[in-house]
Protein backbone atom coordinates (compact mmCIF):
# COMPACT_ATOMS: atom_id res chain seq x y z
CA UNK A 1 0.00 0.00 0.00
CA UNK A 2 1.32 3.27 -0.94
CA UNK A 3 0.61 6.64 1.39
CA UNK A 4 1.69 9.45 -0.22
CA UNK A 5 3.56 12.35 1.71
CA UNK A 6 0.20 14.45 0.61
CA UNK A 7 -2.02 11.70 2.49
CA UNK A 8 -0.17 12.75 5.66
CA UNK A 9 0.27 16.08 5.43
CA UNK A 10 -3.28 17.68 4.48
CA UNK A 11 -3.84 21.40 4.69
CA UNK A 12 -7.04 21.86 6.61
CA UNK A 13 -9.14 23.08 9.40
CA UNK A 14 -8.89 22.57 13.22
CA UNK A 15 -9.57 21.00 15.70
CA UNK A 16 -9.15 17.57 15.13
CA UNK A 17 -8.35 15.55 11.43
CA UNK A 18 -10.86 12.40 12.98
CA UNK A 19 -13.08 14.43 14.20
CA UNK A 20 -13.01 17.54 12.32
CA UNK A 21 -11.56 17.08 8.61
CA UNK A 22 -12.73 13.55 8.48
CA UNK A 23 -16.39 13.68 8.72
CA UNK A 24 -16.01 17.25 6.45
CA UNK A 25 -14.45 14.84 3.69
CA UNK A 26 -17.27 12.35 4.74
CA UNK A 27 -19.99 15.12 4.24
CA UNK A 28 -18.80 16.45 1.36
CA UNK A 29 -18.38 13.10 -0.31
CA UNK A 30 -22.19 11.92 0.78
CA UNK A 31 -23.36 14.71 -1.05
CA UNK A 32 -21.47 13.63 -4.49
CA UNK A 33 -22.64 10.14 -3.74
CA UNK A 34 -26.19 11.70 -3.89
CA UNK A 35 -25.21 13.55 -7.05
CA UNK A 36 -24.04 10.48 -8.79
CA UNK A 37 -26.63 8.28 -7.71
CA UNK A 38 -29.23 10.72 -8.97
CA UNK A 39 -30.87 10.83 -5.98
CA UNK A 40 -29.96 14.60 -4.94
CA UNK A 41 -33.35 15.57 -6.72
CA UNK A 42 -35.61 13.39 -4.53
CA UNK A 43 -33.60 14.47 -1.34
CA UNK A 44 -35.97 16.74 1.26
CA UNK A 45 -33.55 15.70 4.13
CA UNK A 46 -30.30 14.03 5.54
CA UNK A 47 -29.50 13.12 8.68
CA UNK A 48 -26.22 11.85 10.19
CA UNK A 49 -25.91 9.61 13.07
CA UNK A 50 -22.40 9.48 14.76
CA UNK A 51 -21.22 6.51 16.61
CA UNK A 52 -18.24 5.77 19.23
CA UNK A 53 -15.74 8.55 19.56
CA UNK A 54 -17.35 10.73 17.63
CA UNK A 55 -20.47 10.60 19.67
CA UNK A 56 -18.75 10.84 22.92
CA UNK A 57 -16.62 14.18 22.15
CA UNK A 58 -17.72 15.31 18.90
CA UNK A 59 -18.74 18.43 20.40
CA UNK A 60 -15.62 19.74 21.94
CA UNK A 61 -13.96 18.79 18.49
CA UNK A 62 -16.33 20.50 16.42
CA UNK A 63 -17.43 17.65 14.81
CA UNK A 64 -21.24 18.94 13.72
CA UNK A 65 -20.24 22.45 12.41
CA UNK A 66 -17.54 20.17 9.73
CA UNK A 67 -20.41 18.10 8.94
CA UNK A 68 -22.53 20.91 8.03
CA UNK A 69 -20.18 22.43 5.61
CA UNK A 70 -19.11 19.51 4.01
CA UNK A 71 -22.74 18.66 3.43
CA UNK A 72 -22.83 22.16 1.47
CA UNK A 73 -20.15 20.75 -0.84
CA UNK A 74 -17.07 22.81 1.38
CA UNK A 75 -13.80 21.07 1.35
CA UNK A 76 -11.60 21.13 4.27
CA UNK A 77 -8.13 22.19 2.24
CA UNK A 78 -10.08 24.88 0.64
CA UNK A 79 -12.26 26.31 3.14
CA UNK A 80 -11.81 29.58 4.66
CA UNK A 81 -12.63 28.79 8.82
CA UNK A 82 -13.58 32.41 9.42
CA UNK A 83 -16.56 32.29 7.50
CA UNK A 84 -17.59 29.41 9.38
CA UNK A 85 -19.85 31.23 12.07
CA UNK A 86 -22.12 33.37 9.58
CA UNK A 87 -22.35 29.90 7.57
CA UNK A 88 -23.65 28.27 10.62
CA UNK A 89 -25.96 31.04 11.52
CA UNK A 90 -26.97 30.83 8.53
CA UNK A 91 -28.11 27.25 8.13
CA UNK A 92 -29.45 27.24 11.95
CA UNK A 93 -31.67 30.05 11.70
CA UNK A 94 -33.03 29.26 8.79
CA UNK A 95 -33.01 25.75 9.24
CA UNK A 96 -32.23 24.67 5.74
CA UNK A 97 -29.37 23.33 4.25
CA UNK A 98 -27.59 23.64 1.14
CA UNK A 99 -26.92 20.09 0.14
CA UNK A 100 -23.88 19.16 -2.17
CA UNK A 101 -24.01 23.53 -3.10
CA UNK A 102 -26.75 22.64 -5.25
CA UNK A 103 -30.31 21.69 -3.29
CA UNK A 104 -31.77 23.40 -0.71
CA UNK A 105 -33.14 20.49 1.92
CA UNK A 106 -35.23 20.65 5.35
CA UNK A 107 -32.26 20.47 8.66
CA UNK A 108 -33.13 20.84 12.05
CA UNK A 109 -30.17 19.83 14.18
CA UNK A 110 -31.43 18.72 17.15
CA UNK A 111 -33.21 16.30 15.09
CA UNK A 112 -30.31 15.55 11.96
CA UNK A 113 -27.55 15.31 14.04
CA UNK A 114 -27.68 12.50 16.30
CA UNK A 115 -25.31 10.83 18.48
CA UNK A 116 -25.58 7.34 19.25
CA UNK A 117 -23.25 7.28 22.65
CA UNK A 118 -22.50 3.77 24.04
CA UNK A 119 -22.68 2.44 20.42
CA UNK A 120 -19.43 1.42 18.27
CA UNK A 121 -19.56 -0.38 15.09
CA UNK A 122 -16.61 -2.75 14.41
CA UNK A 123 -14.78 -1.77 11.88
CA UNK A 124 -13.47 2.03 13.55
CA UNK A 125 -14.60 3.67 16.35
CA UNK A 126 -15.49 6.78 14.74
CA UNK A 127 -18.51 5.92 12.78
CA UNK A 128 -21.04 7.97 10.72
CA UNK A 129 -24.25 7.05 8.98
CA UNK A 130 -25.38 9.05 6.66
CA UNK A 131 -28.79 8.98 5.15
CA UNK A 132 -31.36 11.04 2.69
CA UNK A 133 -35.07 11.10 3.09
CA UNK A 134 -37.81 11.84 0.30
CA UNK A 135 -40.83 14.52 0.86
CA UNK A 136 -42.62 11.71 3.21
CA UNK A 137 -39.82 11.31 5.64
CA UNK A 138 -38.98 7.80 3.75
CA UNK A 139 -35.37 6.56 3.92
CA UNK A 140 -34.32 6.63 0.11
CA UNK A 141 -30.19 6.41 1.00
CA UNK A 142 -28.03 5.63 3.21
CA UNK A 143 -24.08 5.06 3.21
CA UNK A 144 -21.59 4.73 6.40
CA UNK A 145 -18.28 6.09 6.55
CA UNK A 146 -15.53 5.90 9.38
CA UNK A 147 -12.99 8.56 10.26
CA UNK A 148 -9.99 5.77 10.48
CA UNK A 149 -7.49 9.33 11.43
CA UNK A 150 -5.45 11.93 10.19
CA UNK A 151 -8.61 13.07 7.63
CA UNK A 152 -8.48 9.62 6.14
CA UNK A 153 -12.02 8.25 5.36
CA UNK A 154 -13.09 4.52 4.18
CA UNK A 155 -16.72 3.72 3.04
CA UNK A 156 -18.51 0.80 4.51
CA UNK A 157 -19.29 -0.42 1.18
CA UNK A 158 -15.18 -0.49 0.88
CA UNK A 159 -15.13 -2.46 3.92
CA UNK A 160 -17.46 -5.17 2.80
CA UNK A 161 -15.78 -5.59 -0.69
CA UNK A 162 -12.47 -5.76 1.42
CA UNK A 163 -10.46 -2.78 -0.43
CA UNK A 164 -10.64 -0.11 3.03
CA UNK A 165 -7.29 -1.72 3.33
CA UNK A 166 -6.53 -3.43 0.50
CA UNK A 167 -2.70 -2.31 -1.16
CA UNK A 168 -2.80 0.57 -3.17
CA UNK A 169 -1.26 -0.60 -6.42
CA UNK A 170 0.09 2.57 -7.71
CA UNK A 171 3.47 1.96 -9.99
CA UNK A 172 6.06 3.46 -7.39
CA UNK A 173 9.26 2.36 -8.28
CA UNK A 174 10.12 1.46 -4.48
CA UNK A 175 7.49 -0.64 -3.03
CA UNK A 176 8.02 -0.46 0.99
CA UNK A 177 5.45 -2.42 3.85
CA UNK A 178 8.70 -2.23 6.72
CA UNK A 179 10.74 0.27 7.87
CA UNK A 180 13.01 -3.48 7.50
CA UNK A 181 12.31 -2.89 3.81
CA UNK A 182 13.31 0.86 3.78
CA UNK A 183 16.81 -0.37 5.05
CA UNK A 184 16.93 -3.06 2.46
CA UNK A 185 16.06 -0.67 -0.43
CA UNK A 186 18.18 2.27 0.75
CA UNK A 187 21.19 -0.27 1.29
CA UNK A 188 20.55 -2.49 -2.25
CA UNK A 189 20.41 1.46 -4.32
CA UNK A 190 22.60 3.48 -2.30
CA UNK A 191 19.60 5.57 -1.63
CA UNK A 192 18.39 7.94 1.55
CA UNK A 193 15.02 7.30 2.98
CA UNK A 194 14.40 10.91 1.68
CA UNK A 195 15.57 9.70 -1.70
CA UNK A 196 13.24 6.82 -1.61
CA UNK A 197 10.41 8.83 -0.72
CA UNK A 198 10.67 11.02 -3.51
CA UNK A 199 11.05 8.77 -6.51
CA UNK A 200 8.04 7.34 -5.38
CA UNK A 201 6.26 10.09 -5.29
CA UNK A 202 7.58 11.29 -8.61
CA UNK A 203 6.27 8.10 -10.08
CA UNK A 204 2.65 9.82 -8.85
CA UNK A 205 3.10 13.31 -9.35
CA UNK A 206 5.67 15.79 -11.91
CA UNK A 207 8.95 17.51 -10.02
CA UNK A 208 6.87 20.82 -10.29
CA UNK A 209 4.01 19.67 -8.24
CA UNK A 210 5.97 17.50 -5.65
CA UNK A 211 8.02 20.55 -5.11
CA UNK A 212 5.29 23.34 -5.10
CA UNK A 213 3.14 20.70 -2.47
CA UNK A 214 5.75 20.46 -0.30
CA UNK A 215 6.21 24.08 -0.01
CA UNK A 216 3.04 24.64 -0.12
CA UNK A 217 2.82 21.83 2.93
CA UNK A 218 5.53 24.15 4.83
CA UNK A 219 4.16 27.29 3.83
CA UNK A 220 0.96 26.50 5.52
CA UNK A 221 2.61 25.31 8.81
CA UNK A 222 4.66 28.80 8.99
CA UNK A 223 1.54 30.30 9.03
CA UNK A 224 0.40 28.82 11.72
CA UNK A 225 2.76 29.45 13.37
CA UNK A 226 2.91 32.93 13.03
CA UNK A 227 -1.00 33.29 13.58
CA UNK A 228 -0.60 31.23 16.77
CA UNK A 229 2.31 33.25 18.33
CA UNK A 230 0.51 36.77 17.17
CA UNK A 231 -3.14 35.87 18.40
CA UNK A 232 -3.93 36.41 22.24
CA UNK A 233 -7.59 35.34 23.61
CA UNK A 234 -9.50 32.50 25.18
CA UNK A 235 -9.82 29.51 23.39
CA UNK A 236 -13.92 28.37 22.68
CA UNK A 237 -15.14 25.88 24.35
CA UNK A 238 -15.82 26.57 27.77
CA UNK A 239 -12.60 25.42 29.74
CA UNK A 240 -11.14 29.17 29.20
CA UNK A 241 -7.74 28.21 28.36
CA UNK A 242 -5.65 31.20 27.66
CA UNK A 243 -3.57 31.33 24.69
CA UNK A 244 -0.12 31.48 25.94
CA UNK A 245 2.20 30.96 22.87
CA UNK A 246 1.82 35.16 22.38
CA UNK A 247 2.60 35.83 25.70
CA UNK A 248 5.72 33.41 26.09
CA UNK A 249 6.82 34.21 22.40
CA UNK A 250 6.85 38.47 23.53
CA UNK A 251 8.90 37.40 26.60
CA UNK A 252 11.72 35.49 24.15
CA UNK A 253 11.36 37.85 21.71
CA UNK A 254 12.01 40.91 24.12
CA UNK A 255 14.72 39.10 25.91
CA UNK A 256 18.14 40.94 26.39
CA UNK A 257 21.05 39.43 24.27
CA UNK A 258 23.40 39.21 27.09
CA UNK A 259 20.71 36.50 28.69
CA UNK A 260 22.62 33.50 27.24
CA UNK A 261 20.38 31.17 28.49
CA UNK A 262 21.35 27.61 28.00
CA UNK A 263 17.42 26.37 27.42
CA UNK A 264 16.14 29.24 25.09
CA UNK A 265 16.04 26.53 22.40
CA UNK A 266 13.66 24.63 24.27
CA UNK A 267 11.59 27.46 25.36
CA UNK A 268 11.32 28.29 21.14
CA UNK A 269 10.69 24.70 20.02
CA UNK A 270 7.91 24.75 23.02
CA UNK A 271 6.07 28.47 22.16
CA UNK A 272 6.29 27.10 18.24
CA UNK A 273 4.77 23.82 19.06
CA UNK A 274 1.82 24.96 21.38
CA UNK A 275 1.29 28.10 18.97
CA UNK A 276 0.23 25.46 16.15
CA UNK A 277 -2.56 23.61 18.47
CA UNK A 278 -3.81 27.04 20.08
CA UNK A 279 -4.28 27.95 16.08
CA UNK A 280 -6.10 24.33 15.99
CA UNK A 281 -7.82 24.63 19.15
CA UNK A 282 -9.58 27.77 17.81
CA UNK A 283 -10.72 25.97 14.51
CA UNK A 284 -7.95 27.98 12.55
CA UNK A 285 -6.13 26.51 9.49
CA UNK A 286 -3.25 23.95 10.17
CA UNK A 287 -2.02 20.66 8.49
CA UNK A 288 -2.07 17.42 9.89
CA UNK A 289 1.54 16.07 10.63
CA UNK A 290 -0.44 13.52 10.80
CA UNK A 291 -2.96 14.56 12.98
CA UNK A 292 -4.93 17.84 14.07
CA UNK A 293 -3.94 16.68 17.82
CA UNK A 294 -0.63 16.35 16.77
CA UNK A 295 -0.10 19.28 14.20
CA UNK A 296 2.37 21.75 16.31
CA UNK A 297 5.36 18.33 16.51
CA UNK A 298 7.08 18.23 13.20
CA UNK A 299 6.31 22.57 12.33
CA UNK A 300 8.00 22.94 15.79
CA UNK A 301 11.08 21.04 15.01
CA UNK A 302 11.56 22.08 11.27
CA UNK A 303 11.42 25.98 12.66
CA UNK A 304 14.24 24.54 14.70
CA UNK A 305 16.02 23.02 12.18
CA UNK A 306 15.33 26.29 10.26
CA UNK A 307 16.70 29.02 13.36
CA UNK A 308 19.91 26.85 14.35
CA UNK A 309 20.65 25.19 11.37
CA UNK A 310 20.10 26.66 8.22
CA UNK A 311 19.04 29.30 6.31
CA UNK A 312 14.94 29.98 6.08
CA UNK A 313 15.36 29.65 2.20
CA UNK A 314 17.15 26.13 2.53
CA UNK A 315 14.43 24.39 0.48
CA UNK A 316 15.98 21.12 -0.46
CA UNK A 317 16.52 20.34 3.72
CA UNK A 318 12.63 21.25 4.30
CA UNK A 319 12.04 18.27 1.41
CA UNK A 320 14.10 16.29 2.99
CA UNK A 321 12.47 16.67 6.57
CA UNK A 322 8.77 16.06 5.14
CA UNK A 323 9.76 13.22 2.88
CA UNK A 324 11.61 11.49 5.41
CA UNK A 325 8.90 11.89 7.24
CA UNK A 326 6.21 10.85 5.58
CA UNK A 327 8.11 7.64 4.95
CA UNK A 328 8.40 6.81 8.33
CA UNK A 329 4.53 8.37 9.02
CA UNK A 330 3.66 5.58 6.01
CA UNK A 331 4.97 2.38 8.32
CA UNK A 332 2.81 3.80 11.09
CA UNK A 333 -0.30 4.07 8.92
CA UNK A 334 -0.05 1.05 6.89
CA UNK A 335 1.00 -1.33 9.87
CA UNK A 336 -0.75 0.10 12.99
CA UNK A 337 -3.09 3.34 13.43
CA UNK A 338 -2.84 6.70 13.41
CA UNK A 339 -6.35 7.20 14.69
CA UNK A 340 -6.73 8.16 18.58
CA UNK A 341 -9.36 6.66 18.80
CA UNK A 342 -7.81 3.45 17.79
CA UNK A 343 -4.39 3.82 19.09
CA UNK A 344 -4.58 6.39 21.80
CA UNK A 345 -2.26 9.54 21.57
CA UNK A 346 0.41 7.11 21.01
CA UNK A 347 -1.11 6.68 17.54
CA UNK A 348 -1.06 11.02 17.29
CA UNK A 349 1.53 11.93 19.32
CA UNK A 350 3.52 9.11 19.18
CA UNK A 351 3.73 8.81 15.11
CA UNK A 352 4.33 12.58 15.22
CA UNK A 353 7.40 12.13 17.52
CA UNK A 354 8.71 9.76 15.63
CA UNK A 355 7.84 11.16 12.07
CA UNK A 356 9.95 14.40 13.54
CA UNK A 357 13.12 12.51 14.99
CA UNK A 358 13.53 10.84 11.84
CA UNK A 359 12.94 14.57 9.99
CA UNK A 360 15.40 15.83 11.74
CA UNK A 361 18.08 13.22 11.91
CA UNK A 362 17.82 12.94 8.44
CA UNK A 363 18.75 17.21 7.88
CA UNK A 364 21.42 16.96 10.64
CA UNK A 365 22.78 14.36 8.14
CA UNK A 366 22.36 10.95 9.46
CA UNK A 367 22.42 7.28 8.15
CA UNK A 368 19.13 5.30 7.11
CA UNK A 369 19.90 3.74 10.12
CA UNK A 370 20.67 6.49 12.48
CA UNK A 371 17.35 8.06 11.51
CA UNK A 372 15.17 4.42 11.40
CA UNK A 373 16.76 4.37 15.15
CA UNK A 374 15.78 8.04 15.93
CA UNK A 375 11.98 6.90 14.76
CA UNK A 376 12.30 4.15 17.53
CA UNK A 377 13.85 5.77 19.92
CA UNK A 378 10.62 8.74 19.67
CA UNK A 379 8.27 6.00 20.15
CA UNK A 380 9.26 3.66 22.51
CA UNK A 381 9.10 6.42 24.95
CA UNK A 382 5.27 7.52 24.05
CA UNK A 383 4.26 4.12 24.19
CA UNK A 384 0.85 3.58 26.66
CA UNK A 385 0.09 7.26 26.09
CA UNK A 386 -3.54 7.69 26.57
CA UNK A 387 -5.85 10.29 24.45
CA UNK A 388 -8.30 11.81 27.37
CA UNK A 389 -9.00 15.38 26.27
CA UNK A 390 -10.65 17.05 28.83
CA UNK A 391 -14.31 17.92 28.31
CA UNK A 392 -13.41 16.56 24.61
CA UNK A 393 -11.57 19.35 23.58
CA UNK A 394 -8.31 19.32 21.88
CA UNK A 395 -6.57 21.64 24.46
CA UNK A 396 -6.36 19.84 28.01
CA UNK A 397 -3.88 18.24 27.97
CA UNK A 398 -2.95 18.48 23.99
CA UNK A 399 -0.98 21.41 23.54
CA UNK A 400 1.21 20.97 25.95
CA UNK A 401 1.63 17.16 24.98
CA UNK A 402 2.74 18.95 21.67
CA UNK A 403 5.64 21.01 22.79
CA UNK A 404 6.79 17.89 24.88
CA UNK A 405 6.52 15.75 22.08
CA UNK A 406 8.63 18.09 19.96
CA UNK A 407 11.22 17.96 22.77
CA UNK A 408 11.58 14.60 22.73
CA UNK A 409 11.82 13.92 18.52
CA UNK A 410 15.01 16.48 19.25
CA UNK A 411 15.97 14.37 21.68
CA UNK A 412 15.43 10.90 20.39
CA UNK A 413 17.28 12.35 17.12
CA UNK A 414 20.53 13.55 18.70
CA UNK A 415 20.68 10.45 20.65
CA UNK A 416 20.50 8.68 17.66
CA UNK A 417 23.24 10.58 16.02
CA UNK A 418 25.30 9.80 18.75
CA UNK A 419 25.21 6.22 18.03
CA UNK A 420 26.59 4.07 14.62
CA UNK A 421 22.29 3.10 14.14
CA UNK A 422 22.89 -0.09 15.71
CA UNK A 423 20.25 -0.84 18.20
CA UNK A 424 18.36 -3.73 19.92
CA UNK A 425 14.99 -2.54 19.42
CA UNK A 426 13.29 -2.16 15.88
CA UNK A 427 11.30 0.52 14.37
CA UNK A 428 9.28 -2.47 13.42
CA UNK A 429 8.83 -4.17 16.69
CA UNK A 430 8.22 -0.68 18.56
CA UNK A 431 5.25 0.00 15.90
CA UNK A 432 3.89 -3.22 16.78
CA UNK A 433 4.20 -3.03 20.04
CA UNK A 434 2.41 0.88 19.74
CA UNK A 435 -0.54 -1.15 18.01
CA UNK A 436 -0.98 -4.03 20.41
CA UNK A 437 -1.00 -1.57 23.35
CA UNK A 438 -3.50 0.33 21.48
CA UNK A 439 -5.42 -2.21 20.98
CA UNK A 440 -5.30 -3.78 24.50
CA UNK A 441 -6.05 -0.15 26.14
CA UNK A 442 -9.40 0.28 27.27
CA UNK A 443 -11.85 2.41 25.44
CA UNK A 444 -11.90 4.92 28.09
CA UNK A 445 -8.69 5.80 27.12
CA UNK A 446 -9.29 6.39 23.50
CA UNK A 447 -10.74 9.35 22.39
CA UNK A 448 -13.87 9.44 24.51
CA UNK A 449 -13.36 11.98 27.27
CA UNK A 450 -14.74 9.10 29.66
CA UNK A 451 -11.26 8.38 31.85
CA UNK A 452 -8.30 9.68 32.08
CA UNK A 453 -7.59 13.26 32.90
CA UNK A 454 -11.37 14.34 31.64
CA UNK A 455 -12.92 12.75 34.49
CA UNK A 456 -10.44 13.96 37.07
CA UNK A 457 -10.04 17.64 35.83
CA UNK A 458 -13.04 19.72 36.44
CA UNK A 459 -14.36 21.00 33.09
CA UNK A 460 -15.48 24.21 34.08
Not at 259 to 288: F, I, K, Q, S, Y
Amino acid sequence: MHVSVFDLFKIGIGPSSSHTVGPMAAAQAYGQRLISHGILEKTHRVQVELFGSLAYTGTGHGTTPALLVGLEGQKADAFDPETLPARLETIRNNRRLNLAGERQVDFNEDDDILSRRGQRMDYHSNAMRFAAFNEHNAEIDAEIYYSVGGGFIVTDEEVEAGQADAPNELPVPYPFETGEDLLEIGQRENLTIAAIARANERAIHSEEELESGLAAIWNAMSECIDRGVRDDGILPGGLKVKRRAPEIHRKLENAPPSNADPLAAMDWVNVWAMAVNEENAAGGRVVTAPTNGAAGIIPAVIKFFVRYYRDPGDKASIETFLLTASAIGALYKKNASISGAEAGCQGEVGTACSMAAAGLAAVLGGSNEQIENAAEIAMEHNLGLTCDPVKGLVQIPCIERNAMGAIKAIDAARLALHGDGTHRVSLDQVIKTMWDTGRDMMEKYKETSEGGLAVNVPDC
